[in-house]
């Protein structure tokens, strides 16, 4: 056949809604998908995406405050995707806010031409693989419907929001908003009495904000975290000459980091320096600002005393910050270890408790018990207010997964295979799902990482896999159920060597009443998991059974992938 008649017949089949590959979402992870898919490999590609634009999670937190807590330079594609975009953008401040990376996603989507294949303002609400043809059949809230040979999710990990059911919610008379859906059009809360719900990563950007400008903001806490200073400014010229002139090596080091981050990785046990020298390294962290105070040491992630050291260090410098030492305890965790939840970062948030007009609430101590007309009722207290913001989190990593719908082999839900936890083969692929891929899925890196490392690593393998499978005359691929299991086997393994399964975490999945209790995100570290992904791929995809026309032939399972990369892996969370 031609290349002109094999494209018309693309398109014939591309118009009858018979496609290679349905991507769900249009964030970082669909955007960089669809050009893989479409303009590496050739393949007839559409994108379905809920919002009326791209952007995924920075399209829907529009919050006051919201803003980045990865370093702007390495929080966007790397080289892999374009050494002339990352010479050319040029990010405003250290950390970026909202705007700033919408705005850059939106020229991503415009450099590449991706608007054309993204369907915009549709929700995929069922997707079933059909065992007769090895399609997937994918339909839509428009009454759409499509097929598919791959399915990709590109649904981010943090997507469907978590609003509590507290008795009342609905009958308050203000007005409500939940962070993650937060009016376009900005709220101006001047002159309002607000009660902020929560005080996660995303309270503590925006209730600083919100204190600017209300009249009296009630903080509800339930949990103090240890809160990092980000210490934010302008993008220093110089700075940014030098990032740009080491860029290669910049993400290089991303890539073998435990957390995706180019920070060094000492390897040294916070025990083994003495106080003074201790203090010292923790002292010069925090005055970096960001993440770099959880790289100080290999050991934080693994062993209590060590990590206290670290702990006590964060409460220090609440004390040094908060007027009031009775506000400073109650802002001081004591429940978990640090960084066994998200640590967020902070700028200004602990004096904004030094402020007239903000009252901290104790809501673990005295649980709220209803939301009336006028505002919130607590054991202790009352709050009347004009407004309520919920800062109250997500339905993280599986929430959006199981609204879509998605149905394997013989009709098997997702939800119902995974209704004891994820079980999946490297966080990426699920036994009963054959050509189903989830970018940033359960059980890898994801949400334990600097996002965009994990995106494009994903992107790129099932990029190479896909290539793989077109070469060997193959169009079907799932994986094993004895790979699956020692996929699973050795995330609890690595999972128990860490502190992580000690908080309430919502990487546990600890928020979301009746959720399965597991670690989502895989803790084994970024560069370790590439080494065993690569390792997977050049073992023609161990673990995968492989076929075509729907029909994946049962392989041998070699397992050499991971057991290569044992010993590191062990030594993983340290290498953060
Ligand atoms: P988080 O980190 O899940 O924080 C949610 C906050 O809401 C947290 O303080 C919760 O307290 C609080 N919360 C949730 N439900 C309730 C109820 N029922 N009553 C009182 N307080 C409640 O979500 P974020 O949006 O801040 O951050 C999510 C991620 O986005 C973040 O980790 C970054 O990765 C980016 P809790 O701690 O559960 O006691």
């Known amino acids: 056949m031609s290349s002109v008649q094999q494209d018309q017949r693309d398109a014939a089949s591309e118009s009858a809604g018979e496609l290679d590959a349905v991507v769900v979402g249009a964030g970082f992870s669909g955007l960089y998908m669809l050009h893989r898919l479409r303009d590496t490999l050739g393949l007839s590609a559409r ?30 594609f790397s080289d892999r995707l374009s050494e002339d975009l990352l010479q050319e953008w040029t990010w405003s401040e250290r950390f970026a806010a909202q705007p700033e990376i919408l705005d850059y996603l939106q020229h991503v989507a415009d450099r590449y031409d991706l608007r054309k294949d993204i369907q915009f303002s549709t929700r995929v609400v069922a997707a079933e693989y059909d065992d007769a043809t090895g399609r997937w059949d994918v339909r839509t809230d428009d009454g759409g419907q499509v097929t598919a040979t791959y399915l990709i999710t590109a649904v981010g990990c943090l997507s469907s929001t978590n609003l509590p059911e507290f008795p009342g919610r609905d009958s308050f008379r203000g007005d409500s908003y939940h962070t993650g859906t937060w009016p376009h059009e900005g709220v101006d809360f001047t002159g309002k009495r607000v009660a902020v719900i929560g005080t996660g990563a995303t309270g503590v950007q925006a209730i600083p904000e919100i204190a600017e400008q209300a009249a009296h903001v009630y903080v509800l806490q339930r949990t ?162 004009d407004s309520i913001v919920y800062a109250t989190g997500f339905d993280a990593m599986t929430g959006t997964l199981f609204k879509l719908g998605i149905r394997g082999r013989n009709g098997l839900g997702l939800q119902e295979k995974w209704s004891q936890g994820p079980r999946t083969y490297l966080g990426v692929a699920t036994e009963g799902f054959p050509n189903l891929f989830m970018i940033t899925g359960p059980q890898s890196p994801s949400v334990l990482s600097n996002m965009p490392v994990s995106i494009e690593q994903h992107v790129d393998w099932i990029t190479d896999c896909l290539r793989y499978l077109r070469d060997n005359g193959l169009d079907t691929i799932e994986p094993l159920r004895e790979a699956e299991d020692d996929w699973v086997d050795h995330h609890n393994e690595v999972t128990q060597m860490t502190l992580l399964p000690q908080a309430n975490s919502w990487w546990v999945g ?67």
């Open 224 to 385: 103090p975290n240890y809160d990092i200073a980000a210490g934010n400014r302008p993008m220093d010229a110089e700075d940014g000459r030098k990032i740009k002139a080491n860029y290669r090596e910049i993400w290089q080091t991303t890539r073998e980091t435990g957390f995706g981050f180019p920070y060094d990785a000492p390897n040294r046990t916070a025990l083994s320096v003495s106080e003074d020298e201790r203090q010292q390294i923790f002292a010069e962290a925090w005055e970096r600002g960001g993440f770099r105070l959880g790289t100080t040491f290999n050991d934080l992630l693994l062993d209590a005393d060590a990590n206290e050291t670290a702990s006590e260090f964060l409460r220090e410098r609440i004390r040094e910050r908060v007027d009031d030492p009775e506000i400073a305890e109650l802002l001081s965790p004591r429940d978990h270890p640090f960084f066994t939840k998200r640590p967020p970062l902070e700028n200004g948030y602990y004096e904004t408790f030094n402020r007239d007009n903000v009252t901290l609430a104790d809501v673990r101590k005295a649980p709220i018990q209803e939301i009336h007309p006028n505002g919130v009722r607590t054991a202790d207290a009352e709050y009347e207010v």
């Open 47 to 76: 994108v379905f995406e809920e919002a009326d634009d791209v952007g995924g999670t920075w399209y829907w937190n529009r919050y006051p405050g919201a803003r980045c807590d990865s370093e702007s330079y390495f929080y966007s």
């Open 510 to 576: 600890a928020n979301i009443p009746g959720k399965p209790r597991n670690l989502y995100p895989y803790v084994g570290g970024v560069g370790t998991y590439r080494l065993i992904c690569d390792e997977v791929a050049a073992q023609d995809y161990d673990g995968f059974g492989q076929g075509s026309g729907g029909s994946a032939r049962s392989g041998e399972f070699n397992g050499t992938a991971r057991a290569k990369f044992i010993d590191i892996v062990s030594a993983a969370p340290a290498a953060s």
